[in-house]
Each structure stands twice: as C-alpha cells, then as structure tokens.
C-alpha cells in the first residue's frame, strides 16, 4: 500500500541529489573560470614589469666596460632568471587563453621541412649539440600554425637535449602519410616510466623534482605541446622505456591543398 508513497519519496529525494549536484557543478565550473582568469591575469601583470626589468639588466650588461667580474656575473644570473621567468609566465598565460578559446590559429600550408630545419639549426646553434634531421619526402605540406607549429618542435627537441646525455644523438625524423604528417623526435636518453607516461603531458608534471629544477624547467612545456598539437587538429603520444630512450610523436593533417 505504501509503495507509491515510498516512490514518491525516492524520487523527491533523488531529485533533490540531483539539483545538489548540478549546483556543485556549476559551483565549481564558476571556481576554475576564476582559477585561470587570475592565472591569465597574475601572469599578464607580472609579464610587463619583468620585460622592462630585463630591458634595463641588459642596457647595464651591454654599457658595461667597467663593471667588476661579480657584477658582471650577477648581471649575468639575474638576466638569465628574467628570461626565464618571463617564458614561464608567456607559457601560462598562452595556456590560459588556450582554455578559454581565445587562443587564435592562423593555419596555412607550410612545408614541414623547413620548419624543421629551422629549429634543428636553431638548437644546434645554442645547445652545441649535434641533432640529426631525417626525412624521405622532401616537400611534406602541412596545415598548420606556423608560430605554434615552431614552439610544438622547439619543447619536444629541447626536451631531447634536456633529458639525455651530451654523447647521445637526438634525431628528428618526418614522415608522410595519405592523410597526416609524423614528426618523431627521439632521444636515447633517461626514458620515461609507462606508469607516468600518461601524465607527463599535466600541467607542472614533473618526473623527478630535483632533476628537472637543475634543468630549469617547470613542467609545462608538454602541455603546450598537447595543447597547440590538438589546437592544430592533431595528436601528440609517447613511446618510451626507461634507460633506453624516448621517442615523441606528433601527427598533424597535411594540407587539403596537397591532397587534391
Ligand atoms: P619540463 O619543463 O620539466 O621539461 P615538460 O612538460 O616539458 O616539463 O615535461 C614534463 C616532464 O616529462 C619532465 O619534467 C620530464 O620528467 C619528462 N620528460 C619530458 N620529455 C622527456 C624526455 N625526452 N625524456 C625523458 N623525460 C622527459
């Protein structure tokens, strides 16, 4: 007899659990847009003062000729931090526009190659470190962003150097497909447990605290990675055991120019 009754009552209890829910959802959708518009904002304050910081240091460094060893080398620190920090704070607040949608993409097609040229000579250049580029198809023309397309290769190449011995190579490899093109980049370096491979593309996901504060990092550069890769319509995986090396792989769509 009293089963309607009991009914009505789950069901108004279960309707109340479910309005419960959805204003904790919505409580918490309105607390991470918060989060990220002051990290967008932190960042953007602090990005200015610092620039101008950084203006000066160098204007000092440049007139400098009668500046002791020490100052020299102070100077030499601070601008090296500035520069630093000021990266970190250009990557948070680029990933800060990239959640809210404000992050354009100017995709064209671009030739993949040289791209990659670019970056590899660039690398060689500052981190005398001897970086192989190989690559079958000539012309691989891709559609994609090529400012983003440029830092995508510049984290995952820095990261190659970063992780693995100054004996070892690092090599880049492109390859075309029907519909997508494959950049490689592969060290044989520390390698990356399967257990953590699925986070190392987390915000501030690190391996090893210690060992990577004595590589300067903080642990975004795979994200940006993932997400202008994604931004670009393609994917970023990991292929890696540890002691032996990693090999990063992004696919991106080749141009529909080229397809026709
Ligand atoms: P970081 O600024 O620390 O380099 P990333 O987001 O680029 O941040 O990488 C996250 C973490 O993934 C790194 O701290 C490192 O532990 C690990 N990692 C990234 N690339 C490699 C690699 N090529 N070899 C080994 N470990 C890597």
């Keep these: 007899d009293n089963a309607p009754s009991e009914i009505q ?38 990005r200015t003062p610092l620039t101008i910081v950084r203006g000066y240091l160098q ?17 030499e620190i601070s601008t090296a931090e500035a520069n630093l920090t000021i990266q970190l ?13 404000y992050m354009p993409y100017h995709l064209e097609t671009l030739i993949l190659n040289d791209v990659a040229v670019e970056v590899v000579n660039m690398a060689d250049k500052f981190n005398q470190r001897q970086i192989d580029l190989e690559f079958e198809s000539p012309l691989i023309p891709v559609f994609a962003d090529a ?3 440029q830092q995508v290769l510049v984290n995952l190449v820095e990261n190659a150097i970063k992780y693995s011995a100054t004996t070892e190579p690092v090599t880049v490899k492109l390859e075309q497909r029907e519909d997508s093109a494959l950049i490689h980049v592969c060290d044989r370096g520390d390698g990356i447990p399967l257990k953590q491979q699925s986070r190392i593309f987390e915000r501030f996901y690190r391996l090893d605290e210690a060992r990577a504060r004595c590589t300067g ?4 550069g795979l994200s940006l990675v993932k997400t202008f890769t994604e931004g670009m319509g393609g994917q970023v995986s990991v292929l890696s055991a540890e002691g032996e090396g990693s090999t990063f792989t992004v696919t991106l769509p080749i141009s529909p120019e080229a397809k026709i």
């Design 59 to 75: 204007s000092i460094q440049r007139r400098g000729d009668n500046l002791t060893e020490m100052q020299r080398e102070a100077l």
């Design 147 to 149: 400012k983003r397309l």
């Design 89 to 101: 704070l250009q990557d948070l607040l680029c990933l800060a526009r990239a959640d809210d949608g």
């Design 9 to 46: 009552e789950l069901t108004e209890t279960f309707n109340r659990m479910l309005e419960r829910l959805s204003e904790a959802w919505h409580e918490q959708q309105h607390a991470t847009e918060r989060q990220r518009e002051f990290v967008g904002n932190v960042s953007h304050e602090l």
């Design 217 to 220: 990092g903080v642990g975004l």
